[in-house]
């Protein structure tokens, strides 16, 4: 049995942060190939800036001063207070020594400690499009007692692959049945016009997308909270590119989608929120809405090769539409969940 002390990662001492953001590093290359690949700006920032509606916690498993496990927490504050969100890993040269299971007891002690009811992780998976991912992760939670919520998968779209043509054709197609609708493309915070209605709609997003019996529930999201996530994507040097589309005659945002560029990342990105007002459905707006966003993509980023997205498995409109725009399979993942107060393994 290893010794080790799980502690707080001190973002004033950086010899303890570089063993922590090398044990991430080491845990996506052994587990994760083929995947987006792992950023280590991303993770620093996220050390020091924090999400505006919820408390990250970062924890390390520490034997004389190396990291050999990693644990993030998340608990939101705005919204779905019973639950707490989390990530862990063990160094692959650590690993079926107990360092899993210490970390995993300390994210439910504190989960418990915060009033949280639910503890829920993503966990990426193995599957005949993405070989390389290793899936330690599933069977581990399997054993300590977790559910498999909500299945999901991956799918990338090579920029540089797209047929032009097919997808020229495909927008003056949809066009035909949008009229009445009109486009606009922005980035970073959508102006005063429409920024309640934006605001709607990603909070629509809890609801309306599929959830399994992943335990997410309905979020309050206003103007405010999407100036917020703005704020603090210009501090982690994140681009969000986005477009909307407008019902003419209301003033309606009947639809949206983002596409978020993060700094230290210039060949793959990440497609955010896609989605369009149950009122306005049937419009092809959301296909037209992902070929406007990613031509603009193209242009503001020209050196861009990979989008990557994630869609709950049973979301058969949104990944239709995806795999009309160029997306391919490339991944498997599920979330995991637990109801606090039942046993643990
Ligand atoms: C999943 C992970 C954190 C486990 O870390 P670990 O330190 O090896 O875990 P432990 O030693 O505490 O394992 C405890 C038990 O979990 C189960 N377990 C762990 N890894 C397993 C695997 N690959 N297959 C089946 N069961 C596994 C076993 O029951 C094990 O007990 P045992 O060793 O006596 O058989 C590690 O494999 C990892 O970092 N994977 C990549 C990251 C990841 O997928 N994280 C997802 C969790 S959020």
Redesign the pocket.
Known sequence: MTHFDIVPVDPSDPSLVESWLAAQEA?HEH?FQGLRPFNPHQVLVGLVVHDPDSRREHWAAVCDGQVL?YLGIALHDRDNTHLAG?????HPAS???????ALLRHAEERALEDGRTSLT?W?DLPSEHSPDVRG??G???I?KGYQRSLEGALRVCELAAVDDDALDRLWDESWKRAEGFELTVYHGVPNQRIIEGVAYLHARMYTDMPRGDWDLQEAAITADTVRAWERQRLQRGVLNIQAAVIHKESGDVAGLTEIHVQAGDERHCLQGDTIVDPRYRGHRLGTILKIANQRRLCSMRPWMRYVWTGNAVANTHMIAINESVGYRLAGANAVFQKKLGSPSA
């Open positions: 845990v587990d496990g989390f990530q862990l890993g063990v690993r079926r020594r107990g360092i899993g299971s992780s966990v330690d992760g069977p581990f939670l054993a």
